[in-house]
């Protein structure tokens, strides 16, 4: 697994290697994975270690995911917030892109060497997008931007 190394000019050195989505309302809606996100990720998982963080509030991730190359982490306690936040900081926050869009993703978007909130057809929590590095409007942008490394630097440079 390669280190995504991305300098930005008066912001921050990046080196990322891990990416943890939340699940619903991130690459799923109503407990059902959106199009296009299994291809997707399992071509990101080339290059990173993936791992889908939920409560799995619909009880359907493990049978939905199956055929995504992606650690399911699943919060059985229902802590939200704090367990994701946890988490991240076990795999090394310094190295992971966190993407989600609740209240319970805040303090994972704000830990994370790059948190990405995504607004998406569920909308997305205040404190989600004031803990965010960046807004996106679709999870499939969130592929386009690290195919282009230059997309990203364009919009974090100071």
Request: zero cysteines; charged letters at 30%.
């Amino acid at each position: 697994m390669d280190i995504m190394k991305i300098d930005i000019p008066n912001y921050d050195s990046l080196e990322l290697d891990k990416i943890v989505f939340d699940f619903n309302g991130t690459i799923a809606e109503d407990g059902k994975l959106l199009d296009g996100v299994e291809k997707a990720i399992n071509n990101l998982a080339d290059n990173f270690e993936v791992n889908i963080i939920t409560a799995d509030t619909f009880g359907t991730v493990s049978e939905i995911i199956d055929k995504i190359n992606a650690e399911l982490v699943l919060d059985k306690a229902d802590e939200g917030a704090l367990f994701k936040k946890n988490y991240i900081e076990s795999i090394g926050s310094s190295n992971v892109i966190a993407v989600g869009n609740g209240n319970n993703d805040a303090e994972m978007l704000k830990n994370a060497a790059l948190g990405i909130a995504l607004i998406g057809s569920e909308g997305a929590a205040g404190d989600a997008l004031r803990n965010a590095d960046l807004i996106i409007r679709d999870i499939k942008d969130l592929f386009d931007i690290l195919n282009n490394e230059n997309k990203l630097r364009a919009t974090l440079r100071r």
